[in-house]
């Protein structure tokens, strides 16, 4: 048949009758679902007397419990059963891919095209085969149950036989041409009906016994409905029989329903009953089934296994044999353009330096000469690289001072000073130094630091321990260029003196804040410092009077701008300051509330007053401010707004006009409450006054 229908599959789908099969459905307590294969090995293992080895075994998860566990089909058969039947299959020299179990291919068939109806019902199928008739019953649309019954439509022929005295196809013959079911009437029955009855209504007491044994069972309950499959269905009367011992509705399934029969298949027909079996088997090739059982024994799967794993390595020997014997040719012309390029590299090394064509490790001529090239290049190298690091640590001051003016938005506010700094944070513990155990210098260079100091009794230290709680804001001021520094010379710089004087000397020691003038010179003019030739060399003073560069201390670099100037009024200020604050070019924004006081117009001089707007030169007074801005690195966070530092030679930095307004200590915030004020007019403040100016 095979050949004629010209198949040439070799894995075949193997069925194997329901009554060599154990089967049983059981209720499995909530495991993890990797333990469900050992208990289900340890429930069959309980139910036959074989060991494992002997039986090939295989189950299902059919629904998870209400209580978390697992509903499982579980089946075994022995191996040995299994082998004589795969005789046939051996002869026909193919191989098995599944082993299934003939009334389980009949119900995922029958399942398939609909023959159990809603999802609610109790249906059995009731397959009447030759030998056996197997049930299998479905409730709520998941299979429960299976049984096969040791009565078939071979036990009716051979009871004919028996009666009449007929050989077994004689007996056959007369069933299939005149059998039929009993009607219930003796006299039309006859002999004949009267022998099937009999067989007949053994089948329908076994039928009714595993329905009751159904209905007891967790999960069972009463059929309602019967499909009836296989050849038994084929014998006349069958169905009326069968609703009358039952009492319930009984139908003959129709597999065929919606398929399409090619014109050589067209004897199917004729007993489509028969066909529900094959029909399972061969879905087992088109796609998943509601039963996928597979009895397969484990020897045939250990045999597959293993003729792939030589399928395998033969495979793998013959891809590694072709791959040597490509690349074998391959590396050979390869060896043959490697020794090409050799021999020309040979030619040219020989024309540069013929030495090294005999000796590759003795040096070449050439090798002072591109030694001294490289230190050359290596210099310049060396140059731009200090060019690069000067100019990524510019400051885009233009950009800065820009922003300033463009914050003004033509509010009368305007600027006496605007020069770089250097913010930092002042952040110790200083119970010590605000009681006065800090040392002159530190008086000298700050000396409003005890001011600056919050003192309050903190938790956990003993009464009258008390700790510092702000971060204080420090501004360098400009910082200039020390006498040191201009003594050792600066490349490319201008020409540079001290410029000090004593009233400058004075104003030092007033401020504790060192205020070096620096003042641009002539080529060849000596300063208070010394002599200086063109391009800030050395001049006159000669080597006796020259730092090297690398003893001096760097320049800091400034990360801020500090900001002195007048507005009409302190709402003007604050205005000013906020605006500031939304400018990106800016981290952080300060403003030193102790600055902001009033100023009469007449004390301000003719140096401040040129140039006032006309909407503030008629008021009596104006403000002063100094504002602080960060404009590189992390933000300070300061709490509190500390020692204001002094631009060379400015004065310090809240002089205006020769009045001081003492930027020194304190918070910020408390600083407008606390305004210095202004100190009387003397012959000292104007003279310091017209020296500022």
Known sequence: MLKEAKIRARKTVFGVPGQSVFTRTRALPPVPEHKVPQIVRYEIQQQIPFSLDQIALGYQVLARTEAGGYDVLMAAIKVDVVDKRLDIIKTAKRSVGIVDVCPIAAYNWLKTTGEF????????????GASTTDIVIEREGQFRFTRSLN???????????????????????????RGFAPTGDAQRD?????????????????????????????????????????????????????????????RIAQPLAGLAIAPAAQAVNEHPEQASV???????????????????????????????????????????????????????????????????????????????VENPASACQYDDDLNIAKNYIKGIQDNIASIDTFYNRRRPWLQYLNALNDARQRDPVWFTRVFSTTLSVDDPTMAGRASGAF??????????????????????????????????????????????????????????GSGRSSSDDDEEEDSGVS??????????????????????????????GT????????????????????????????????????????????????????????????SY????????????????????????????KATEVGSTGFMSGAGSAGDFGGRRTGLRGGAAGDSRTRRSTPAPRSSGGQAARRRDD
Request: glycine share 14%.
């Open 117 to 128: 109806g809603a999802h609610g019902e109790c249906v059995a199928l009731i397959d009447l």
């Open 151 to 177: 009565l078939g439509g071979n036990d009716i022929t051979n009871a004919i036989g028996n009666t009449f005295g007929m050989s077994f196809d004689e007996a056959e013959r007369l069933k299939r041409q």
């Open 190 to 250: 006859g002999k004949g009906g009267e022998v099937i009855g009999q067989l007949l209504n053994r089948l329908v007491t076994e039928i009714n016994r595993s329905f009751a044994y159904f209905r007891s069972q967790p999960g069972g309950g009463p059929v309602s409905r019967v499909v009836i499959t296989g050849g038994g269905a084929c014998l006349r009367n069958v169905v009326p029989y069968l609703q009358r011992q039952l009492n319930m509705e009984v």
């Open 278 to 356: 094959a029909l399972g088997l061969a879905l087992r090739n088109c796609g998943d089934v509601p039963i996928s059982i597979n009895l397969i024994p484990p020897r045939i799967i250990e045999g597959a296994r293993r003729k792939q794993q030589y399928f395998y390595w033969a495979a793998s020997l013959v891809t590694v044999l072709a791959i040597f014997a490509t690349i074998i040719p391959d590396m050979q012309n390869k060896i043959v353009e490697v020794e090409r390029h050799t021999n020309m590299a040979r030619d040219v090394i020989g024309k540069y330096d013929p030495r090294l």
């Open 439 to 496: 040392d002159d210098d530190d008086r000298g260079r700050r000396p409003g630091l005890a001011s600056a100091i919050q003192r309050r009794p903190m938790a956990g230290l003993p009464t009258g321990e008390e700790t510092e709680v702000a971060r204080i804001l420090d501004s360098s001021g400009f910082p200039g260029i020390t006498s040191d520094q201009a003594r050792g010379g600066f490349r490319g710089g201008g020409v540079f």
């Open 515 to 544: 205020a070096s003038a620096f003042v641009p010179q002539s080529a060849g003019t000596t300063g208070a410092s010394g002599a200086f030739g063109p391009m800030g060399r050395p001049g006159a003073m000669g080597p006796a």
């Open 547 to 606: 730092v090297p560069p690398e003893d001096l201390d760097p320049m800091p670099l400034p990360n801020g701008l500090e900001i002195h100037g007048y507005a009409a009024d302190e709402g003007v200020v604050l205005n000013y300051v906020d605006r500031l604050k939304g400018r990106d070019e800016f981290i952080e924004v300060y403003l030193d509330g102790r600055s902001v006081n009033p100023v009469p117009n007449t004390d301000l001089g003719q």
């Open 609 to 636: 007053t040129v140039g006032l707007p006309a909407a503030v030169a008629g008021s009596p007074t104006v403000v002063t401010f100094v504002i602080l801005v960060q404009v590189d690195g992390e933000p300070l």
